[in-house]
């Protein structure tokens, strides 16, 4: 919830809807700057290529298969097209089209998000298309919660 939160100016400044989806009671083990550095370069990339009216959601809960936290990022931006989607999560790589030429970046925000997933032995999988947007899908092993670190329940529409 922090991390969305702090992408609610950037988002307002292009007009693009932020909302979260919060499901309580879900723990994982992890470093949490890394974990708020994945989710905040899935939001940065989410929020650039999403155009004026659009919308991202997140959502944060239980995966299907038991034992896993799963972290869905939703945007309708300008999508992936499939030839490039073997290759985004490489360093320094950059789709490059009409719609992102002129977008700044370096091309290693994806290649942190990999890493720092992989280190955390989680997975994470991208469904996208060219004017529909895309869907990034982080699974993180979930971890027992104490009732002190159950955090409350939260639906968030930024």
């Known amino acids: 919830a922090d991390v969305v939160d ?3 100016i950037p988002a307002e400044e292009k ?4 909302s979260a989806t919060l499901e309580p009671g879900w723990v994982t083990s992890a470093d ?3 974990v708020e550095r994945m989710i905040s370069n899935l939001l940065s990339n989410a929020v650039k290529y999403t155009p004026k009216g659009g919308k991202v959601h997140v959502r944060v809960g239980r995966d299907r298969e038991d034992g896993w ?3 869905e990022l939703e945007d309708n931006g300008v999508g992936i097209p499939a030839e490039n989607l073997p290759h985004i999560f490489d360093r320094f790589y950059r789709v490059r089209n009409a ?8 091309g290693l925000g994806l ?3 990999v890493w720092i997933v992989s280190a955390h032995d989680g997975t994470i999988h991208v469904e996208s298309k060219p004017g529909e947007g895309s869907r ?9 919660a104490s009732q ?4 409350e329940p939260a639906t968030t529409s930024i």
């Open 6 to 8: 702090q992408f609610q």
């Open 15 to 18: 007009s693009v809807s932020l």
């Open 32 to 34: 949490r700057t890394q």
């Open 69 to 71: 936290i799963r972290l």
């Open 99 to 106: 719609q992102t030429n002129y977008t700044q970046g370096l």
């Open 111 to 113: 290649s942190f998000v």
């Open 136 to 144: 990034f899908i982080v699974r993180l092993p979930a971890a027992m």
């Open 148 to 151: 002190e670190t159950v955090p």
